[in-house]
């Protein structure tokens, strides 16, 4: 790779465009109720971080697939909007990714994703020369884009992240190979069936590895020294893309040459 496009944090991986309903409660089984309020916005695990890391007042771009359709232009209206570099979209006409989202007064969600005929990236179909990012973050939705990078970049010692929100056949083929493996609580489960187990699984696949735990703040451990980070108070209203706010700034931090201790205090910071 030579060095042409100034980017900080190269987030590779999922984009939907999420359609948000607040409700008083989930409804039962054939209940009809009515929502409070509704907002449609583009969403996804690496596009909500690469907008997180643009706020955050880094150059992001992301490489995923939108279609070319309404919500895929939407998307991409606001990806542009929020100055994120979409060099990397790839278009096509399979569905944009959807997903519906309940939200309750407690912030607890249920959600549904809709990908339709939507297929993943092939292997090296994106020319990333001239690309030299300071981190590259991915959320495991695009394997096969996401592996052949990791092989490009082996040996020009970018810091790498993988957003683990949970354990599918992506996130279970990248987890060994990046640098910092950064996962929920619902991964670590998946896992090993608890928190403090599944930290000591994952850090012999990966050299650094955080595992958040919502309101309980989270664990890491990186080589043989481990620690945690309690998370700051906050009344939630909407959990929404908490996580992908976590992993941008956690890949903003990573950027900045940060030091840990406020690598940490970033990254749980950013979901206030």
Not at 207 to 222: F, H, Q
Request: with cysteine; proline share 5%; hydrophobic share 40%.
């Amino acid at each position: 790779m030579t060095s042409h496009a100034i980017i900080d944090v190269l987030c590779v991986g999922h984009a939907s465009y999420d359609l948000i309903f607040s409700v008083p409660y989930h409804p039962a089984a054939d209940e009809k109720i009515v929502a409070d309020n509704f907002t449609g916005c583009g969403g996804g695990p690496a596009a909500n971080a690469a907008v997180c890391i643009s706020r955050l007042g880094l150059k992001a771009a992301f490489a995923g697939f939108l279609g070319n359709d309404l919500y895929g232009e939407k998307h991409l209206s606001e990806l542009s909007q929020e100055k994120v570099n979409t060099r990397f979209v790839v278009r096509g006409s399979s569905p944009t990714p959807l997903s519906v989202i309940l939200v309750k007064p407690d912030g607890k969600r249920a959600l549904i994703n809709y990908k339709g005929t939507t297929k993943t990236i092939p292997a090296n179909s994106l020319d990333f020369s001239g690309t030299l990012p300071k981190v590259i973050l991915f959320d495991g939705h695009q394997p096969e884009l996401s592996v052949s990078l990791l092989e490009i970049v082996s040996e020009l010692s970018i810091p790498t992240v993988l957003d683990a929100g949970s354990l599918h056949a992506g996130t279970e083929k990248l987890m060994d190979k990046v640098d910092y493996l950064v996962c929920s609580e619902k991964f670590a489960q998946q896992i090993a069936g608890d928190e403090q187990t599944a930290l000591a699984q994952l850090a012999d696949k990966a050299p650094c590895v955080v595992i958040t735990l919502g309101d309980k703040g989270l664990i890491w451990k990186s080589g043989n020294t481990t620690g945690s980070f309690p998370a700051f108070p906050v009344q939630a209203v909407d959990t929404t893309g908490a996580g992908d706010a976590f992993h941008g700034a956690f890949a903003t931090a990573l950027a900045r040459q940060s030091d840990w201790q406020e690598t940490l205090r970033a990254c749980s910071r950013s979901i206030q």
